[in-house]
């Protein structure tokens, strides 16, 4: 059971908008910042929102990250097959001093 | 460029203790900021974070995990490896490490090894 709490899955049509919440508490999300990961299958994880919704220079900006109290979201517009991933939220546990991530969410585009 | 590798067994016994080192270049761990990480995704499952460490030689660990792990450096070999003991078949994963040029709780993984698989079978 993880800390932070996302969606199983999600599905949308390519050009579509999907939007994956990621829900936590106040001595997690509610304190810290919010990074998003996506996995495309069979490869690592890569780094997508940093700071709640910083993009590195790479990511294209159809990704996009929010965060409101305990709770943030990562939103992907214009989809595309190759978007089909699972995507991670995580941030850091203060109460513990650990780092958490969400169960994951697995996204579908149709 | 920042290019980080894992390395260890991919083969390892019930009850052995397991060494995994990640080899990086593109940055030096002593300097000011920098953490690594340990990550690993069970079959199918999901992230989950094992420890860190940060430049100053703090150390972080899950808590679940912590009486079985730990973590070192060796800034002169560029290396960070992580010691888990007690193996078990459940600790069957893909082992990551991970960079930040972070620590404590802004932290993010900016750069991820390939992962290495870890397979724990008599």
């Known amino acids: 059971q993880s800390v932070l709490t996302q969606p199983p899955s999600v599905s949308a049509a390519p050009g579509q908008k999907v939007t994956i919440s990621c829900s936590g508490s106040?001595?997690?999300?509610?304190?810290?910042?919010v990074s998003w990961y996506q996995q495309l299958p069979g490869t690592a994880p890569k780094l997508l929102i940093y700071?709640?919704?910083e993009r590195p220079s790479e990511i294209p900006d159809r990704f996009s990250g929010s965060k409101s109290g305990t709770s943030a979201t990562l939103g992907i517009t214009g989809l595309q097959t190759g978007d089909e991933a699972d995507y991670y939220c995580?941030?850091?546990?203060?109460?513990?001093?650990?780092?958490?991530f969400g169960g994951g969410t697995k996204l579908t585009v149709l | 460029q920042v290019t980080l590798r894992e390395s260890g067994p991919a083969l390892v016994k019930p009850t052995q203790t397991l060494t995994l080192t990640c080899t990086f270049s593109g940055f030096s761990l002593s300097t000011s900021g920098m953490s690594m990480s340990w990550i690993r995704q069970p079959p199918g499952k999901a992230l989950e974070w094992l420890a860190r460490?940060?430049?100053?030689?703090?150390?972080y660990y899950s808590t679940s995990l912590k009486t079985r792990l730990t973590i070192s450096k060796d800034t002169s070999k560029n290396q960070v490896v992580l010691t888990m003991t007690n193996m078990d078949p459940v600790d069957t994963a893909t082992y990551y490490c991970?960079?930040?040029?972070?620590?404590?709780?802004?932290?993010?993984?900016?750069?991820w090894g390939r992962g290495t698989l870890v397979t724990v079978s008599s």
């Open positions: 700071d709640n919704n």
């Open positions: 460490i940060d430049w100053d030689d703090d150390k």
């Open positions: 995580g941030t850091w546990e203060t109460s513990l001093s650990v780092w958490v």
């Open positions: 106040s001595s997690n999300i509610g304190n810290n910042y």
């Open positions: 991970a960079h930040s040029s972070r620590v404590g709780a802004t932290a993010y993984f900016g750069l």
